[in-house]
């Protein structure tokens, strides 16, 4: 059940009045310099950025991605390392490699765990991922991508969790997990794709509604055969930025 509690426009102060972005990973800095030109705009509500190289840190480091993460860095975003746990079928090893790569080549702050289980049968180990993560980066950000509502223990393995994933045609009938009730919004996460330019502001209030503090809405859609929706700019991105406010890199 949602639990924030709105009367007009006013919010109650758990943190929701603070929405900003989450950046799930757009394409190469070749492909998409727009894109990654964007994010360094001051005032925008970034809170983190996604580098993915090549479904990972890739074979060396790739001038490209060195400077658009230094950009980032130096404007004070956080950028996180994308991790492909793949359901739980990853070894620890080859996680622990790659996120090792990351912090080598790219000095990044933190990682997204994507496609992290959601079973509870699935939690110690990723618990013991994060743990080594945790130590290896010596306070960074973790968040777990598992795209839907996991058991709740894997609420005390990181800093966030991706708790939807997907389009708009399921986010609007959503509903979310009574546990998230005892966490405030800034754990949350959730990735939208296919919102029309007519539903921006109804989007925006369910993500408030249902208590995420972190969000990605773009029009693009899931096509079959093509790169994820999440690669590129909303065609509506400076409404979107404007319509959530200015803010502080955090």
């Known amino acids: 059940m949602p639990h924030l509690t709105t009367t007009g426009t ?3 102060a758990t943190g929701a009045e603070r929405l900003g972005f989450g950046i799930p990973g757009y ?12 994010l360094t705009r001051p005032g925008t509500p970034l809170h983190w950025v996604v580098l993915n190289v090549a479904d990972g840190p890739g074979d060396r480091p790739d001038p490209h991605c060195l400077e658009a993460a230094g950009k980032l860095r130096n404007a004070g975003v956080r950028v996180l390392g994308h991790l492909d746990m793949a359901h739980g079928s990853r070894s620890f090893g080859d996680l622990i490699a790659d996120a090792h790569r990351y912090l080598e080549w790219y000095r990044i702050d933190g990682f997204l765990l ?3 289980p959601t079973d509870r049968a699935d939690l110690h180990e990723v618990r013991r991922t994060t743990a080594t993560l945790e130590a290896v980066l010596d306070g960074g950000h973790l968040v777990l991508g598992h795209g839907s509502h996991p058991y709740p223990g894997y609420a005390e393995a990181a800093d966030q969790l991706v708790t939807f994933s997907g389009p708009w045609t399921d986010y609007r009938w959503s509903q979310v997990a009574e546990w998230t009730a005892d966490h405030p919004p800034e754990r949350f996460v959730h990735f939208v794709h296919g919102v029309p330019r007519t539903h921006l ?3 925006t209030r369910i993500a408030r509604w249902q208590g995420a503090g972190t969000i ?8 079959r055969g093509q790169s994820s929706p999440f690669e590129a700019l909303p ?15 955090e």
């Open 235 to 249: 065609g509506y991105w400076d409404e979107i930025v404007s319509q959530i406010g200015p803010g502080v890199s």
């Open 216 to 223: 990605f809405f773009t029009d693009r859609t899931e096509r």
């Open 10 to 12: 006013q919010l109650s």
């Open 201 to 203: 502001e109804e989007a």
């Open 27 to 38: 394409a190469h800095p070749l492909l998409a310099p727009v894109e990654w030109a964007e």
């Open 114 to 116: 994507d496609r992290c």
